[in-house]
Structures are given as structure tokens and as C-alpha cells.
């Protein structure tokens, strides 16, 4: 093993440290071994999940996730970069939710909903993905997307609007939480402005569903 790959873990989480100058397909092939080397030792832990030494690409990002979860039992919360304090709130906020399995407070999904696809549950929906254009996931609680939201998020399906929806990009063809629905005309600058991937929240305020770059105070409200 050439060591490429540092793997440390810390308290809710776990570190790669990359080579800059390997090839990333050796990366990945060791990070494979690693991993499945050490399933026991991780076993089935949810944790956050932070790359240094080297800057991937998104797509090379979801390549590191698939490894990991193809060769352990590891399930990745969030991808979280250094000093990134909103970043590390919203990972709290994530544990906080304790999504185990469908029959106990929400249903996981892994993977990208592509068009055409629906995403539906009794309870809360915590999605690692992304959900395309002409995809929609639907829950009659809250929505938690570990990834960008283009297609359409139903939150609140049970008649009751103190829900929420929550994405790191948030992009939706159509929201609607509980009763209310998102009107074209009242789209934000927030949905204006191209922005780099900021977690984002989707919530219902004075009978409108407003759309907010995620704050200590928003997790807090919606969250404890």
C-alpha cells in the first residue's frame, strides 16, 4: 500500500487526507482497501465526512462517497471543509434528527433521483443526492437533501405547515409545505444570484414559503 490516503477519525467524524500529486483513480483504489479492511472497525457509524491535501471536483466528491459506502458500512452525513462554521452547525442539526429506519422517525435514501422518479414517505426523508429536473420526493414530515435540489419537494404532506425543506443547493422546479405552495413572482434574490453550494432551508412564514441561507438560529428553531 503506497499510503496515499491518511484516514483519521474523530468524534462524529472522519478525515481523508489525499495525496496532491497521486492519480485519483489510486487514491481511489486504496481508499477501497482501506475501507474495507476496516468495516468492522467503523461498522455502521454515521458520521461527517472532511477531504484535505488536494480539491476535487463535485463528481469526484460523489466518487469518494461510493467507495466508501460500496466498502464499509459508513454512512456519510455531510461533506464538510475546514473552518466552515455553518457547515458544522448543519451537520449538529443532521445527527439531531437521528434518522434510523422508516418504521422510527424517517426514511434514507442514497442515490440521485433522476426525471421521472418519485421519492415518497409516511415520515421525515433524508436523501444523500441529488434530485433532478422532473424528480420529486414527497414526506409528511421534513426533507433533508445531502445535495442539490432541482426537481420538486413536497414537505408537510400531512396538512401541517411547520415543516420543512432543506438542501445544499436549493433549486426546486416547485415547493409546497403543507398547503402553501411556492408562487413564481414571489422567487427571492436568494434563487436570483448563481451561488456557490450554501446549505439553504425552505420553510413557511406569514402563509408564504420563504427560502433562507441556513443560520445558527434557523437550525435551532427547526431543529431542537
Partial sequence: MKNLVVVKSYQNGISL????????????EEL???????????????????????????EQEKQVIKVISENSDVQIICLIGKNEETNK????????TEFEKEENN?????????????LETESSLFLLGDVEKGAAV?????????????????????????????????????????????RQKERGSIWQIK???VPQIAYVKDDKIII???????LDHYMM
Avoid: W
Fill in 138 to 182: 414527497i414526506a409528511a414530515k421534513d426533507i433533508i437533501i445531502i445535495g442539490n435540489l432541482y426537481g420538486e419537494a413536497y414537505a408537510g404532506a400531512n396538512g401541517e405547515e411547520n415543516h420543512f425543506v432543506l438542501a445544499l443547493k436549493m433549486e426546486p422546479q416547485k415547493c409546497k409545505i403543507g398547503d402553501v405552495r411556492f
Fill in 212 to 218: 433562507e441561507t441556513i443560520t445558527k438560529e434557523l
Fill in 195 to 197: 451561488q456557490k453550494n
Fill in 106 to 118: 424517517g426514511k434514507f435514501h442514497r442515490g440521485n433521483l433522476k426525471e421521472g422518479q418519485v
Fill in 17 to 28: 487526507h489525499m495525496d496532491e500529486n497521486a492519480a485519483f483513480e489510486e487514491i481511489l
Fill in 32 to 58: 477501497a482497501e482501506k475501507f474495507k479492511s476496516a468495516r468492522s472497525f467503523f461498522k455502521d457509524v454515521k458520521v461527517a465526512l472532511s477531504i484535505e491535501g488536494r480539491i476535487l471536483t463535485v
Fill in 89 to 96: 452547525k448543519f451537520v449538529k442539526a443532521l445527527k439531531r
